[in-house]
């Protein structure tokens, strides 16, 4: 083995329902994850002679890596006694953004490290990345989604036709907790009741690969606790709705804004009539499971 390549999509959330929080803490929810084009690119090479350790390099981000975890949990899980490795991360995908960068790379370290121990079960590897964290499951095999649960429990839905997506990050992070708190301080949680109804809803809008459900269920609820902690997110969501978006919504908990468009070509305008703003929006599309490049050099 010299070297094993994965990309890691982020992903965007088409609407979020809230629900009432569980005995565990975390919150029921209902949402759309759909994984998009902005990628990081996760390398796992052999470590240095004699490291005795895995090694986990990823330029940006401080603390504990997520990917370490992931790493971690899948030896404690399989057994796996391979010799010691390195992963490489080089970030694409914007941190603390909501776009679950941590989660997509964590992801896909189990992928590589299923690959360099010739493990061939994705049951396992999901089960290991919701120990890592709500948003790993949904990126093991990253596909569009209906989440439910706390987003650990997941139903693939088709493939989308092709839209365009613009992503316009914050100068500013935003904790994912504390959003969650203001939803509840706010009383924005919804019943269990409603939750099911609007699971039932967006599967059958979604069912036939439509881009995206009608706007009611492309609503965010957790978008008045992001304003309400950062209120400049709303002339951010006024800014892309002037853009001509059909929708502009607070992706996740924030502080990310995504504008949905009819394809990517009116995102990518969207994008340069908001050049000005710093860090500068992007637009993007879909991420479809045939997208995954040979990255091998
Ligand atoms: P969440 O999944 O909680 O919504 P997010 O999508 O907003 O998070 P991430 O980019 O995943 O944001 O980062 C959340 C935190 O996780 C960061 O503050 C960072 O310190 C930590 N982190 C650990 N590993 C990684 C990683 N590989 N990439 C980015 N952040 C990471």
């Known amino acids: 083995m010299t070297a094993l390549h994965e990309v890691a999509p982020a992903k965007i959330n088409l609407g979020l329902t809230l629900g009432p929080t569980r005995a565990d803490g ?108 709500a948003d790993v499951p949904a990126q093991v095999r990253p596909r569009r989604y209906l989440a439910t649960g706390a987003g650990e429990r997941l139903h693939a839905l088709p493939d989308p036709a092709p839209f365009g997506i613009l992503v316009v990050r914050a100068p500013f992070g935003l904790s994912t907790g504390d959003v969650f708190r203001e939803a509840d301080r706010l009383g924005l949680p919804r019943s269990g009741a409603a939750l099911e109804a609007r699971s039932a809803d967006l599967a059958a809008a979604l069912a036939a690969g439509s881009p995206l459900a009608p706007g009611d269920l492309l609503l965010n609820d957790l978008e008045p606790a992001a304003v309400s902690l950062r209120p400049e997110l709303q002339w951010t969501l006024d800014e892309v709705r002037g853009t001509g978006a059909d929708h502009a919504l607070v992706c996740g908990s924030g502080p990310t804004v995504i504008g949905l468009f009819a394809d990517l070509e009116l995102a990518r305008s969207a994008a340069v009539a908001l050049s000005g703003r710093e860090p500068r929006p992007v637009a993007v599309e879909p991420w479809y499971p045939f997208f995954m490049p040979d990255l091998t050099p």
Do not use: Y
């Open 26 to 133: 975390r919150h029921e929810l209902v949402t759309v994850m759909q994984p998009v084009a902005l990628c990081d690119r996760v390398r796992l090479t052999p470590a240095g002679l004699g490291a005795a350790e895995d090694e986990v390099h990823c330029p940006g981000v401080t603390g504990e890596n997520l990917a370490t975890a992931a790493l971690r949990d899948f030896r404690a899980r399989t057994g796996w006694h391979g010799a010691a490795v390195r992963i490489d991360i080089e970030k694409r995908i914007p941190v603390a953004a909501g776009m679950a960068g941590g989660s997509a790379d964590a992801a896909a370290v189990l992928r590589l490290a299923a690959r360099a121990a010739g493990v061939r079960d994705d049951r396992l590897l999901r089960e290991i990345a919701a120990g890592l964290g």
